[in-house]
Structures are given as structure tokens and as C-alpha cells.
């Protein structure tokens, strides 16, 4: 069973309109290969889904191809502030609902479970439930208290990186696993990237390390570096440089539409040459008890 | 040990310290709390379970760093968590976390979602991330401020990200998620006063009443009597000094170009701090 795919061929299936879950979680194990084709491929009106957001709901805002943001939170973290959603969020160009952590998991649970809604008390007493129309507070039919039913969120397409994957779409996470699973399992189709492809017997033996079933993945990306310039543990750290770079080439028109042509506008390995090349990155960023 | 002097976010890393206890999931967001649940776990509260990240690592030998705990769990074959098993925490009881908000009001709501209206922000910031769960399952709520001022310690939240002692909260939820405890650089704060209204319940050693008050957005009361928050011992800025090597509490408390040269410093310096064999011997 072979399901490689090459990326930018990956981003020439998602058309416009599409809705599509994110993994990772705020500058941790984004799956910015994949984000920034998709960002290259010219697709627009794009609905995301994403528990705790970061450079990759940034990066597709900034370059036009979203129409709205499904979130519980999106930001750079010490870095501060995300500058396309923030403005986006300001001038009222893209639409949003904010939902919270859990209840975006109940959503793709929900899906995953095909049943019309889950119930929680999360969010009860909140403005969350003021502004996102999602939600519904109902009775609970077995008499207690009045509960929050989350209704299902079903994603067209996933979006996860993984540190290894064989070629069949079984994928090992080893640093945090945020809410990939989840996403994975909910998505009609899931596109896996890796940062290394290996042999189905390999893979095998990390065992209990596998969290994401081949069942659910349709295609497969080897893309070393393709969290860069988030955390990839234990591969390598945030590149704070890159960062940096990139919210300030946000922060100027003129200078954003350069870095969409320059950076974004690059395949991956011409990506990665502009960082320097693989080498150098792993000088940068590599961390060796790991 | 040498007495050195104790700085004021020594004072407050330890004021929160102390409010943790039993047994249970302590995240770590931010440096302030990471190094509150590090202190409490060494001197307080031994049987805290701290995590390593915001969701993952129970019980490993961690400090905080710029790329989160990560790296310390994978190193020392830490216990992994996922997201289920955190909330599943929440949900139970059984987890704490020191929420750092844009605003709080004297009702103990909490804002990390906007300033202005939600529909159309002046300033749109994170989104309410994982609050809301919180103010809704949890005993023990825990804020905290680094910049008591009038725009921060405010008369309503623009945006309840998170549940104060409302009449909703009260019809829909009775006390379980209700504010507890808010510690700021000026003192430490309940929510005892007259229908849940934030109190004063502690001052910092040197700061008077009416600079708490010329601070807050909102007529503050104090509980009677005012104590003075106990100052931290030397083992303990000792044991914060040690376990923040890359001086993350300052890096959190500034803003601008100062920031902007630690976090490079920081950055440089994280290498080897993740690189070491154990997180607790002193890397640097």
C-alpha cells in the first residue's frame, strides 16, 4: 500500500470552500509544509478549524484564502499577538466563532461518534455563548441541570505532521499530541506529513507509539523540517529568528506581499534552502540528549 | 545561603505557590506559573503532579523554557499525556493552573478574548483557549496580574472568557468554578466581599491602600484584618533563581525591545538548558 503524495499536488486536491481541520497547537508541531502550499495553491474561501492556532491560521489569513476561523485561541504565545488574525478579527474581513479547547474536541467527537451533539458544562455562564451561534443550552432530558450541546464539526480535510509515518498512513507523534487524533479520525480525508518516511516493519516497532491509524489517512507527505519554524520535538526547537521574521515581514504590505512571493511562494526545498539548508538548520535547532 | 534581598516577582511566584495543594494536575503556561507550581511542589505541596507543558509530563524534572517542556519529557521518558486526559482532569477536579488574563473585574470574570466588543474588537487578542472549561468544573480558580492597574483590574470585562460570581454563573453553575484567588505585584486579592466582590486579603510588603486603590478600575474593599503577604524565605528565591535560569518571570514582565533582546538571549542560552541530563542540576 503506497498513499505517498508529493505536496503541492496534496494542496491541489482541497478546492475552494473547503473545510479543513489543523493539527498542532500554537508554535508547537504546525503543519506549515502543508499550510504553506496550500497557501501557494491560490485556494480561497477556506473555512478552518483549529483548537489552539498559531502561524498557520495566520499565514492562510494573511495570504486570502480563508473565510472563516473556527478557534479557541490563536496566537503566537511569548511572541504575542498573531497580526493577520488580529486584524482580520478588527476589520471584520474574515468571519469567526470562537468556540474553547474541549468544545472544538467534542465537535470533531462528535463527528467521529455521528451523533447530533455532545453535551458538557463547558462554557456555561461565559460571552462565549453570547457570540458563537453554535451552541445550544438545553434541558437535560433526564431532569438535572441545563447542559451546552456542542454540535458536530466535520472537517473535508485534515492537516497533521507527524515525526515518522510509514507509507500506508500509520503516523507516531512524540512530542505532545495536541488534538491530531482527533482531527484525523473527523476529517472525510487526512493528508499526513512526516519528517521521515519508514518502512511499515520499522514503524511497527515503535508500537504503542502510533496514534494515527492508516484507516483514516488518505495521503501521505515526507517533509523533513515541515513544522519549521514551530516546535518539532524532539527534532528540533522553535526557530525564534524565523519567527521573529515572519511578524515582521506581517507587519508591512509591501513587505508581506515579498515574503507571500519569496518564502510562501517557494517549494519546500527551496523552502528549506532559504533557512539556511538542512545542515545548518539542525546546527540551529537540533537538540542532542534528544 | 547568602540572604540576598527578594525581588517583587519572587514575592508573588511564592504568594502562588502557596495557594496550590493535594493532589492533583498543575499546568504550566507561563513561567510565573510553572515556577509557582515548581515552588509549591518543593515546599508546600509534595504530592502536586505538575506537568511539564501545558497539557503533557506528569512528574518530570523540567523548567521553563522558550519551546515549551517538550523536549524534557521525550529526554527522560516522562509520562506522556494527551488532551483527553487533561480535560477528563478538569472535568473531575483534579487539575490547577494559574491563568494569566488581560482583564479581571471585580466579580472575578476574566477576559482573554477582546478588548471592546467581541463582533468588533479595538484589540483582538487570543480567544478564550481553555477558560471557559475551567470556570465551569473547577474548585479552585487562580489569576494572576503582573500589571495592577485600572486597565487590567477593571469595573466589567469587556468580554467574560471566563465565568465570574455572575447571577448566571450562580443559576447555572451554584460555587463550582468561582473565582478563589487573584495575586497581582500589589497584593493578594479573594472573592469574600458582598455578593463574590474581589476583596482585598493581602498587601505586599511596602504598598499601601491607596495605591491599590488609585490601581483598580473599581471601588475595592478589604477583608478586616488587611495581613501583609509573608515574604518569601531564602531558600525559596534561592530555589526560583536556580530553577529559571533563562529568567523567563523577567522576560514575561517585559515588554517592547527589552523583551525582544531576552527572548534572543533566552533562545541562545535554551540549547544547552535542554540539553542537560536533568532539568533540576543547574544547567547554565
Known amino acids: ?290 | 545561603m547568602t540572604t540576598e534581598p527578594y525581588r517583587f516577582d519572587e514575592l508573588m511566584i511564592d504568594a502562588m505557590a502557596r495557594e496550590l495543594s493535594g493532589e492533583v494536575l498543575v499546568s504550566s503556561v507561563t513561567a510565573f506559573g510553572a515556577l509557582a507550581g515548581l515552588v509549591a511542589k518543593a515546599f508546600y505541596a509534595p504530592d502536586l503532579a505538575l506537568l511539564a507543558t501545558p497539557e503533557s509530563g506528569m512528574d518530570v524534572d523540567f523548567l521553563p523554557s522558550l519551546s515549551l517542556g517538550q523536549f524534557f519529557i521525550l529526554a527522560q521518558r516522562g509520562i506522556a499525556l494527551g488532551m483527553e486526559e487533561v480535560f477528563d482532569a478538569i472535568f473531575l477536579d483534579k487539575f490547577r493552573i494559574w491563568i494569566n488574563p488581560a482583564q479581571i473585574d471585580q466579580r472575578g470574570s476574566v477576559n482573554i478574548s477582546t478588548i471592546g466588543p467581541w463582533a468588533n474588537p479595538k484589540v483582538a487578542l487570543v480567544g478564550s483557549r481553555g477558560i471557559p472549561e475551567d470556570t465551569s468544573h473547577l474548585s479552585k480558580l487562580c489569576y494572576y496580574l503582573l500589571d495592577h492597574n485600572p486597565r487590567t483590574v477593571v469595573a466589567a470585562v469587556d468580554f467574560r472568557s471566563g465565568a465570574g460570581n455572575t447571577a448566571e454563573r450562580e443559576q447555572r453553575l451554584g460555587r463550582i468554578g468561582a473565582p478563589s484567588v487573584l495575586v497581582t505585584n500589589l497584593g493578594v486579592f479573594d472573592f469574600q466581599g458582598a455578593h463574590g466582590q474581589m476583596q482585598i486579603r493581602q498587601l505586599h510588603p511596602g504598598v499601601d491602600l491607596t495605591a491599590v486603590e488609585s490601581a483598580t478600575g473599581f471601588h475595592l474593599t478589604a477583608a478586616s484584618p488587611v495581613a501583609t503577604t509573608p515574604e518569601p524565605s531564602s531558600e525559596v528565591v534561592a530555589f526560583i533563581r536556580q530553577h529559571d535560569p533563562l529568567g523567563l518571570r523577567h522576560m514575561e514582565m517585559q515588554k517592547g525591545s527589552g523583551a525582544a533582546k531576552h527572548q534572543d538571549q533566552a533562545w541562545m542560552d535554551e540549547r544547552s538548558l535542554l540539553e542537560a541530563p536533568s532539568a533540576g542540576e543547574g544547567a547554565l
Not at chain 1, 23 to 40: C, D, E, H, Q
Request: proline fraction near 5%; include cysteine; aromatic fraction near 6%.
Open chain 1, 1 to 290: 500500500m503506497n498513499k505517498l503524495v508529493l505536496l503541492d499536488d496534496m494542496a491541489g486536491q482541497i478546492p475552494d470552500g473547503a473545510t479543513v481541520a489543523i493539527g498542532g497547537s500554537s508554535i508547537s508541531r504546525k503543519p506549515m509544509a502543508m499550510v504553506r502550499a496550500l497557501a501557494r495553491s491560490g485556494v480561497k474561501d477556506l473555512r478552518l478549524i483549529v483548537d489552539v492556532g498559531g502561524p498557520d491560521v495566520d499565514l492562510l489569513i494573511g495570504v486570502g484564502a480563508v473565510r472563516e476561523v473556527l478557534y479557541a485561541f490563536v496566537g503566537f504565545e511569548f511572541l504575542g499577538l498573531a497580526p493577520h488574525f488580529r486584524a482580520a478579527r478588527q476589520n471584520q474581513s474574515v468571519a469567526f466563532q470562537e468556540w474553547t479547547e474541549y468544545t472544538i474536541m467534542a465537535g470533531l467527537d462528535a463527528t467521529i461518534k455521528r451523533i447530533p451533539f455532545i453535551p458538557t458544562h463547558a462554557g456555561l455562564a461565559t460571552d462565549v455563548l453570547s457570540v458563537n451561534p453554535a451552541f445550544r443550552v438545553i434541558a437535560d432530558p433526564f431532569g438535572g441541570d441545563d447542559v451546552v450541546a456542542i454540535p458536530p464539526l466535520s472537517p473535508d480535510f485534515a492537516l497533521i505532521h507527524a515525526n515518522y509515518a510509514d507509507r500506508a498512513g500509520n503516523g507516531v507523534i512524540l512530542g505532545d499530541s495536541h488534538v491530531d487524533v482527533l482531527c484525523a479520525k473527523a476529517a472525510k480525508t487526512t493528508f499526513l506529513s512526516c519528517e521521515q518516511v519508514l518502512s511499515s516493519k520499522d514503524l511497527q516497532n515503535l508500537g504503542a507509539g502510533i496514534q494515527i491509524l492508516r484507516i483514516h489517512t488518505a495521503g501521505v507527505i515526507e517533509a523533513p523540517w515541515g513544522a519549521h519554524p514551530t516546535i518539532m520535538a524532539p527534532g528540533y526547537r522553535l526557530d525564534l529568528g524565523a519567527m521573529k521574521d515572519y511578524l515582521h515581514q506581517a507587519s508591512d504590505p509591501d513587505l508581506w506581499l515579498n515574503y507571500t512571493q519569496e518564502v510562501i511562494g517557494q517549494d519546500h526545498e527551496t523552502y528549506v534552502k532559504h533557512q539556511g539548508g538542512a545542515l545548518a538548520l539542525k546546527q540551529r535547532l537540533g537538540v542532542s540528549s534528544t
